[in-house]
């Protein structure tokens, strides 16, 4: 009744190819837009911020970057953890050899460093496919953090093994650091991550996320239709390695301020590949609600029984956390299993027709 | 429909004096997988703007000889001359760019993306704007891609399957898939369209449909076929030659009427007692 398009029509192919061509949808991001923005930042507490928010974009990121290779172009990746890692140590190094300059351009910069080793990497994908090719990429998540263990030059012949993030500021405003205020650096982390999404929705719409999109589907056709697929591959490893880089570095720039090699360990890969196969491979969207169900649930979950006067051990609500979640995700999987992005697009075509279903 | 028309009708290379009209020809290819010989010494050609047939019982050899012309298999032995030129060892999507396209016996369509999606990727190798354009998208990357749109248009519109535009091919019925797949390989505006089985598992209205786009694609746009088919009424209604495989060697060539009336062809297809 009130998510319909009736009386919405388009006079233009401009009109058609619009991202949201639907008037409710528009008002939808409209309104999630204001509340990221201006809602959030006037009510939230510090605890939120630093603790919700702000890992849960920096994870929203990650995801859309292993969701460009596994949900787009149909490459299996297992080196999320380790290809965020270079993003990390690339970021930290580029910042101490050149202090002065501004630290997101730092941020952004890092992941041309992870793009070219995530192309590297991408290399065996010409000659293997699924389960296989998930194993190499398996090799980059050992060797690299092997990497950002033995070679200390990375971490600064630091003392403890770990980078810990200088404070930089930006037109006089602390951004980096444990002094900076986690307001700024929520603000930082959603400009990067929204913009980062927005312009890889437009890529996604056009030639090039086609391309990813018909290696994806039926690798032999197309080659025939002119797709050559070690560009191809190797740009989605790319370009993929790219954000998983942005958003390691913003992890550890905004959000942990220090972190060890095991922060990038494998766990950390498959934590990213869990919160995709839940949102929904292939699609953008899924990838910030599979990000929501992995990260903010579990805090949520931990501060319910307190709520609701329940006097639980904290260890105990620690495993009922476990048990719930990991309940919720064999529930969802068997409900849906193309994940929430599909069932939000089930939801929305049923509002469509309601309250008249036939 | 127009735009279409006039970017064929274009002057294509420079054929040589004695094969004026030649489009491709194929010289004594043979094509073994290990001890398999799948191909034979197998001699044909294709002129410009006929519809020409490719049939013969199963496992004749048939699909591969496709899959030699457009460079899936090397062929061991034998040339291919392409528009006059010898050919060499080519990639698919190098024979892409030269202007040959295809269909798949079993449909091969990208399943995930919607109808209007798989036949814009048959414009993939038009589009030429880069990434960053594309990450911008309003400016020179949307131009081109409603440029390229309108021209889809055109061939949903010369298909008949503008209902099914945003529909995902997956839950497509099998009869208009091969439609969507045949109007992917049009949106490759080819000069060489090779049709593998397009008629393969289709009712009869469905076929006299498919017929019918055929001769027109044929007809309207001057695109050479070559046509791969078991059902004989077809292949002698639209082809204008006929080239007859069995066990991997070729038994006969020449018009409908001359094919059906060779004995070689009537034993291989009947059997015959030895």
Request: hydrophobic letters at 50%; proline letters at 4%.
């Amino acid at each position: 009744m009130f998510y319909r398009e009736a009386g919405q029509f388009k006079t233009s192919y401009e009109a058609d190819q619009a991202l949201f061509p639907i008037r409710q949808d528009r008002i939808g991001l409209a309104v999630i837009l204001l509340i990221a923005f201006v809602g959030i930042p006037l009510t939230a507490n510090d605890f939120v911020l630093t603790s919700i928010m702000i890992p849960f974009l920096v994870f929203s990121l990650s995801a859309i970057g292993l969701n460009i290779l596994t949900g787009f172009a149909g490459q299996l990746s297992l080196g999320t953890g380790a290809f965020m890692g270079v993003g990390a140590y690339a970021a930290y190094k580029l910042t101490s050899l050149f202090p002065d300059v501004n630290v997101i351009v730092m941020v952004l910069c890092s992941g041309f460093f992870s793009a070219a080793i995530g192309a590297v990497f991408g290399l065996p994908s010409l000659r293997i496919k699924g389960l296989y090719l998930a194993v190499t990429t398996l090799a980059a998540q050992f060797f690299l953090e092997w990497c950002f263990i033995r070679i200390p030059w990375l971490y600064n012949y630091n003392a403890s093994g770990a980078i810990e993030i200088p404070s930089r500021d930006m037109f006089g405003i602390l951004v980096t650091g444990p002094e900076a205020t986690p307001l700024t650096r929520y603000f930082i982390v959603l400009a990067i991550t929204s913009v980062i999404a927005l312009l890889m929705a437009n890529v996604l719409r056009g030639r090039i996320g086609r391309s990813w999109m018909m290696i994806r589907d039926m690798d032999i056709a197309a080659e025939l239709m002119g797709i050559r697929p070690l560009q191809t591959k190797l740009l989605a490893f790319a370009v993929s390695s790219f954000i998983c880089g942005v958003a390691g570095a913003m992890m550890v720039f905004f959000w942990l301020s220090a972190a060890e090699p095991s922060s990038y360990s494998i766990k950390l890969s498959f934590q990213i590949l869990f919160m995709v196969i839940l949102g929904g491979l292939g699609s953008l969207s899924g990838a910030f609600m599979g990000a929501a169900f992995i990260w903010i649930l579990p805090v949520v979950l931990k501060f319910v029984p307190g709520m609701l006067g329940f006097d639980i051990e904290a260890a105990t609500v620690e495993h009922l956390t476990f048990m719930i979640v990991g309940a919720l995700i064999i529930f969802f999987l068997i409900v849906e299993p193309h994940g929430f992005a599909r069932l939000w697009q089930i939801g929305k075509q049923k509002l469509r027709v309601w309250p008249f279903p036939y | 429909m127009n735009a279409i028309v006039s970017n064929l009708a274009q002057p294509v290379g420079q054929p040589k004096t004695a094969e004026r009209d030649l489009l491709l020809r194929v010289d004594n290819v043979s094509l073994s997988f290990g001890g398999v010989k799948a191909i034979t010494n197998i001699s044909f050609d294709i002129q410009k703007g006929e519809i020409r047939a490719i049939i013969g019982p199963n496992g004749a050899g048939k699909t591969s000889m496709l899959n030699v012309i457009n460079g899936f298999y090397h062929p061991q032995e034998g040339t291919i001359t392409w528009r006059g030129e010898v050919r060499r060892k080519m990639k698919p999507y190098e024979a892409a760019s030269q202007g040959i396209a295809r269909t798949f016996q079993n449909v091969a369509l990208f399943k995930g993306m919607t109808t209007l999606d798989n036949i814009m990727s048959g414009r993939s190798l038009k589009m030429h704007r880069n990434f960053l354009w594309q990450m911008a998208w309003f400016g020179p990357a949307r131009q081109e891609e409603i440029e390229h749109r309108r021209k889809v248009e055109d061939i949903i519109d010369f298909l008949e399957i503008q209902a099914i535009r945003k529909t995902p091919v997956g839950k497509l019925p099998y009869g208009l898939q091969k439609r969507v797949e045949l109007g992917r390989a049009l949106a490759m505006e080819p000069e060489l369209l090779l049709l593998d089985e397009p008629m393969a598992g289709m009712n009869l209205e469905e076929k006299e449909d498919m017929s019918r786009f055929i001769v027109d694609v044929n007809q309207e746009f001057g695109t050479t076929i070559a046509l791969i088919e078991h059902d004989m009424g077809v292949v002698m209604d639209l082809s204008d030659r006929v080239v007859v495989l069995d066990y991997g060697k070729k038994i006969a060539d020449g018009p409908p009427e001359e094919v059906q009336a060779s004995q070689a062809v009537i034993d291989a297809y009947l059997g015959v007692s030895h």
